[in-house]
């Protein structure tokens, strides 16, 4: 059983940054690819950014991020981290993270283990 806490969220102002961490255990953190996803209110959860297992390397994000967030994991620590920059209104949702062995998804309905979620709000 995996479990997950998000931490970091908050209040920022446009053009503001945010770094937003998920705590990962429950299973050997490196054949653990985890994503990053958002709800806004009344819309349907969507793909953020995801980073592979130890040894993939691999990261992927939505259009509407790229170059502004950058996902990293810390293998020490059991942590990916979610470094938000170039903050936008739009930015605003409920950030959860989740995860999966081994290969990362950008479809909610393919990870079972997910946090509770921070809210991230951005506004003037």
């Known amino acids: 059983q995996v479990q997950l806490m998000e931490t970091g969220g908050g209040l920022a102002q446009p053009g503001g940054s945010l770094r937003l961490s998920c705590a990962v255990s429950g299973r050997t953190f490196s054949q653990l690819a985890v994503a990053w996803f958002l709800q806004a209110p009344g819309k349907e959860r969507e793909f953020v950014a995801a980073v592979g297992t130890s040894g993939s390397g691999a990261t992927d994000y939505r259009d509407s991020v790229q170059g502004r967030f950058t996902i990293s994991r810390n293998n020490a620590k059991n942590t990916v981290d979610l470094q938000m920059n170039s903050l936008k209104p739009e930015d605003t949702a409920i950030y959860y993270c989740?995860?999966?062995?081994?290969?990362?998804?950008?479809?909610?309905?393919?990870?079972?283990?997910w946090g509770r979620g921070t809210q991230v709000t951005v506004s003037s």
């Open positions: 989740a995860a999966r062995p081994w290969v990362y998804s950008m479809n909610p309905e393919d990870f079972a283990s």
